[in-house]
């Protein structure tokens, strides 16, 4: 199942309203598909799929060799993801996913701030980035890999 999928199914009308927290119980927060922690802390994530949310889920075959858009986590991918744990925040484990996955994509982002002063295109799943060397798997400094930032700043609003 792809990211993409997830975000299309979480979109959908409220005719699919009883399937949201069992969605987000079973992948989002699950460390071995898409590796959102409960509360955002990372705890329960492996060292491959620490930073949370890559673009295939963790158990895929097609993970662990990543590549250019297989595996990374993408900033855009993140906010579709969010907008659409939005729709449904009435909803507790749904509200609590959205928030997991905000403070996550923060510290992802702000992980490589404070090591190279980088935002980048996308970011590696692994905790310390080892197929990056340490840093950005894509371009240094790239106007979409700030939404991952940008996510925690739309919770504060809430």
Known sequence: ??????????????????????????WLLNPKRFCIAPHGDF?????TCYWGLPSVQASDPAFPPLG?????VWGPMAQLVYW?????????????GR????????????????????IC??????????TSHGDCS???????????GLLSLLEQQK
């Open 1 to 26: 199942l792809s990211l993409s999928l997830c975000a299309l199914s979480l979109l959908l009308s409220q005719f699919f309203i009883y399937r949201q927290p069992r969605l987000v119980q079973n």
């Open 43 to 47: 705890a329960g994530n492996n060292d």
């Open 68 to 72: 250019y858009w297989r595996g990374y």
């Open 84 to 96: 659409s744990l939005s729709e449904y925040t009435h909803l507790p484990q749904v509200a609590a």
């Open 99 to 118: 928030l997991a996955l905000s403070k996550q994509m923060r510290e992802l982002m702000l992980s490589q701030w404070h090591l190279h002063r980088h």
């Open 121 to 130: 295109e996308n970011y590696n799943p692994h905790k310390s980035a080892d």
């Open 138 to 148: 894509g371009t240094k400094f790239y106007h979409w890999g700030a939404l991952t």
